[in-house]
């Protein structure tokens, strides 16, 4: 008599293993590792020296109110919308998520070790950046520090939001970088990257509030500094997470 053997989902301990096959993957990856770190650093490095001496509100200089927040939300897109979908497209193209789907190995364990590696990595960029800018330029930290991660995590869930998106309609990996990269600079456009909202028109500027590059901007500032986060800049972020997951949802193949 034999005894039936059933089959099990792999759990925590393959989970780890892929965690670290992703960031190895991510490491050897050079612009994609220096360029959403390197960046938002460069830009922070050349705007302290006169934003750390320009008092705008309530004794917090333009490094905190404008700068570190464009800098951090920066960090978090560039992983999030150009990174993240490079690496499932070619996964896709590839088949590797194809022959997973037909194991015990499910690709929803890649995608959750692509988004762990992704969120660490986020998290380095910002931890550098809001380190130079406190131990060098002088910056004070966030105000509210509970208020401040919450708006990131929301800031955190937009972008990847938008990434999935882009990587559910991107056919191949460089057509992800592609259409992830328009989608930054787009967002960034009309959220301030360039120059601060207030230089755009008015129609264009209530936009780019609305959408999640500009409203994670506003909401950043106003956690780092201690006011209220306005109401749009939340209902902005959190529309975006529920829409692009649920786009990304019903647009994504494995195949």
Known sequence: ??????????????LLV??????????????????????????????????????VADGRTALEVYVLPLVVTMVVAMIGIINMPSFLA??????????????PLSPALVLAAQ??????????????????????????PPADV?????VLALTMAA????????AAVAPTPNSA????????FLLGALGGMFGGRQALPDPLADLGGWLPFGAAVDAISSAWTGAAVDATALLGLGATVLLGTLVAAL?????
């Open 177 to 184: 970088v592609a259409l992830g990269l328009v989608a930054f």
């Open 251 to 255: 647009l994504f193949r494995w195949e």
């Open 115 to 140: 988004a762990i590696v992704s969120v660490a990595q986020t998290l380095v960029g910002i931890t550098v950046a809001a380190g130079v800018a406190v131990l060098v330029f002088d910056a004070r």
């Open 18 to 55: 892929l965690v670290g096959c992703e960031a190895r993957m991510v490491v050897r990856d050079t612009a994609g590792l220096v360029v959403p770190l390197g960046l938002p650093l460069l830009i922070l490095l050349t705007s302290a020296g006169s934003a750390g001496n320009q008092v």
């Open 159 to 166: 972008m990847y939001a938008i990434g999935m998106l882009v």
């Open 146 to 150: 509970a208020v401040a991660l919450g």
């Open 1 to 14: 008599m034999t005894t039936a053997i059933m089959p099990h989902r792999p759990g925590a301990r393959a």
């Open 90 to 103: 070619y996964y896709r193209r590839s088949g590797i998520l194809r022959r997973l789907a037909v194991t």
